[in-house]
């Protein structure tokens, strides 16, 4: 049963930081795909960075040089590093899981396992 819980949320100055971590149980070492998303009030949920069983990290266009996503040697805590922060940034950001790579078709986004979200608002 895997159990995912994030922290670390709140309010920040544009160009600005926070950090986002995420405490993960049930999740077998390096076995899961980890992943960060965000919803924006009044707009879809969007994949925002990955890192795979193997350590490859892969970002969505607009975070890339800004955030960075990192997983602890024991795979049990996930990390997004926020620089850089924009207005647009602004979003609940939601931790997930899963056997394969979380994506986001243009109508949903697909992991098995998912965290209760932290806001993070950017002025």
């Known amino acids: 049963h895997v159990q995912l819980v994030e922290s670390g949320g709140g309010s920040a100055q544009a160009g600005g930081s926070l950090r986002l971590t995420c405490e993960a149980s049930?999740?077998?070492?390096?076995?899961?795909?980890m992943a960060w998303f965000r919803q924006a009030a009044g707009k879809q949920r969007e994949w925002v960075a990955s890192i795979s069983p193997t350590g490859r990290q892969t970002y969505i266009g607009s975070v890339k040089g800004r955030f960075a996503i990192s997983l602890d040697s024991g795979g049990n805590l996930l990390a997004l590093q926020m620089d850089s922060l924009k207005p647009e940034d602004t979003a609940m950001y939601y931790c997930a899981a899963d056997r394969n790579p979380p994506y986001c078709s243009p109508d949903y986004c697909f992991a098995d396992n998912w965290g209760q979200g932290t806001q993070v608002t950017v002025s």
């Open positions: 049930g999740v077998t070492y390096r076995t899961y795909w």
